[in-house]
């Protein structure tokens, strides 16, 4: 079946660092992808979505300067986590949709982003 | 009112019980998932369904669409079922259940 990946799948930073987090589909393309966000015992919530070859469009109460999406290619998204906070330490989710059937959406494993 | 309510939100049972949990939401869909999510937070996608009924393994997972409602059924559960079972819902934009902490006693 189709597979997301995500890397690191977990990382520890200083403050004020900023932190890569990569979403790859494996074996599709995807035009669109999906970031959440998952606070200790809380759902999941989605923060943005990441559009190919355009700006990624972001949920309300998400800064887009402070988390920073580029959707490079059709098989690749990052989110970029700049000057980290502790409050921003969380659990990152990607998930992407296969072009071709659309409510076929892959869940990546996720990132644990833990800022000292 | 969340978009997605899960039931019930902890679940604990003895190794070899049948389990349920269910998942019921208001908005429209193309698809439900059920995660699964282990300690440490690593997710795991274990069905898709936009309709019907799918099994795999010792999984089960039902979907009524006139009612908005799923079912996740365990059979002869054991303790490495242990997880957090997330329902998500959605098409373009999924919404997510606060999930349900099940914990398997050997």
């Known amino acids: 079946g189709a597979v997301v990946s995500q890397h690191p799948s977990w990382v520890i930073c200083k403050s004020g660092t900023s932190v890569k987090i990569e979403c790859r589909s494996l074996?599709?393309?995807?035009?669109?992808m999906f970031w959440y966000r998952q606070f200790p015992k809380q759902s999941l919530m989605l923060m943005a979505t990441s559009n190919e070859g355009s700006k990624a469009t972001y949920e309300q109460g998400v800064e887009k300067d402070k988390f920073l999406i580029n959707h490079a290619s059709l098989t690749l998204s990052t989110l970029t986590v700049t000057s980290a906070h502790p409050e921003d330490s969380s659990f990152y989710i990607c998930?992407?949709?296969?072009?071709?059937?659309?409510?076929?959406?892959?869940f990546g494993p996720g990132t644990r982003l833990t800022v000292l | 009112k969340n978009e997605v309510e899960q039931s019930p939100q902890n679940l604990t049972a003895q190794e070899g019980e049948f389990i349920t949990i269910n998942c019921s939401y208001s908005?429209?869909?193309?698809?439900l998932h059920w995660l699964q999510q282990h300690p440490g937070g690593g997710i795991v996608s274990l069905f898709m369904l936009s309709s019907g009924k799918k099994k795999h393994g010792r999984l089960i997972a039902t979907i009524n669409i006139q009612e908005k409602h799923s079912s996740l059924h365990i059979t002869a559960s054991h303790p490495r079922d242990s997880a957090v079972y997330i329902c998500?819902?959605?098409?373009?934009?999924?919404?997510f259940g606060t999930g349900t902490s099940l914990t398997v006693i050997p």
């Open positions: 998930s992407a949709p296969r072009v071709s059937s659309y409510n076929e959406q892959f």
């Open positions: 998500a819902v959605g098409g373009n934009q999924f919404y």
């Open positions: 074996d599709f393309q995807a035009t669109t």
């Open positions: 908005v429209g869909i193309s698809a």
